[in-house]
């Protein structure tokens, strides 16, 4: 009898599971997490190297014009810590589309997608004059509490340069 409900179920839960599993995940590679304010915060203020954060979006012309710039400091870099933070959810919440821009643009930065609404009502927990464009970076050096914030499409040199600025 038992062989009968364990067959039973094979039969009838598996397929779900396995459908469950196909589409949860996507979701749960690294590299893609939903994250939450809170823990953008934690990671801003970690111990450690100095952290490049990008605050962008996939439908965002200079975001993505810029992202070379992140992608070779990552790479060339080892010192530095860089984050990409995907600002898509607010407009449209499928985190699949970031993914699969991620995988098309061969990103290999860290990315994450934050998962808010309404960005008024927190970005200036980010930066106080913070206005919300994007893209926007910011450079921090948890070792001694220095920090750069730009808003705007940055130029090849300018992350060595604020990375410059905040190690001094």
């Known amino acids: 009898m038992k062989e009968f409900y364990i ?3 094979l039969q009838t839960m598996a ?15 690294p590299g893609q997490d939903l994250i939450k304010l809170p823990e953008l915060q934690n990671a801003i203020h970690e111990a450690g190297p100095v952290k490049v954060i990008n ?7 200079p975001c993505v014009k810029e992202m070379p ?3 070779k400091l ?17 407009l449209d919440p499928n985190p699949a589309k970031v993914k699969k821009f991620v995988e098309r643009k061969k990103i290999l930065s860290k990315v994450v997608i934050l998962q808010e609404e309404n960005p ?5 927990k980010i930066d106080k004059d913070w206005g919300g464009a994007l893209p926007s970076t910011l450079v921090i050096n948890p070792n001694n509490g220095k920090r750069k914030f730009v808003q705007g499409e940055l130029k090849e040199g300018d992350l ?9």
């Open 7 to 9: 067959l039973n179920f």
């Open 15 to 29: 397929p779900k599971f396995l459908l469950l599993a196909f589409i949860a995940l996507p979701l749960a590679l």
């Open 55 to 61: 605050f962008w979006a996939t439908w965002c012309a």
């Open 69 to 71: 710039y992140f992608e």
């Open 74 to 90: 990552n790479q060339e870099n080892k010192n530095v810590k860089v984050l990409l933070v995907s600002m898509d959810y607010d």
């Open 120 to 124: 008024n009502s927190w970005i200036e």
């Open 160 to 168: 060595e340069k604020l990375i410059a600025e905040v190690s001094q």
